[in-house]
């Protein structure tokens, strides 16, 4: 298991779409992410628009995104969220500043 920490910029004309957006994911989406490894998956938004994403990865980041990247259902979601977010180039999981995780404590 690797704990997944990241960044994006979501505009902040669509912050309460986006929002929204998520109080109803799609449940084909939710089970795509289940089967690609993403665990305790959360997201967090500051009102400028940055947000924060947490998850953990069942065996890697990288083969979480694998995963999803083989997801038909990932695809279309990206296609559309990616007009919510700032300064992206492709889709908006290609586009994740990954942290270094410098601390944990359980």
């Known amino acids: 298991m690797q704990r997944v920490g990241f960044l994006l ?8 779409e986006y929002k929204q957006h998520h109080e109803a994911v799609w449940p084909e989406m939710l089970a795509a992410l289940r089967r690609t490894g993403w665990r305790n998956y959360s997201l967090f938004l500051r009102d400028d628009g940055l947000l924060f994403g947490y998850f953990e990865a069942e065996e890697s980041f990288q083969a979480s995104l694998d995963g999803m990247a083989r997801e038909e259902i990932n695809l279309k979601w990206q296609e559309f969220m990616g007009p919510y977010f700032e300064a992206i180039s492709g889709r908006p999981d290609q586009n994740m500043i990954t942290l270094e995780e410098v601390f944990h404590t359980d």
């Open 9 to 16: 910029q979501v505009k902040k004309d669509k912050l309460d």
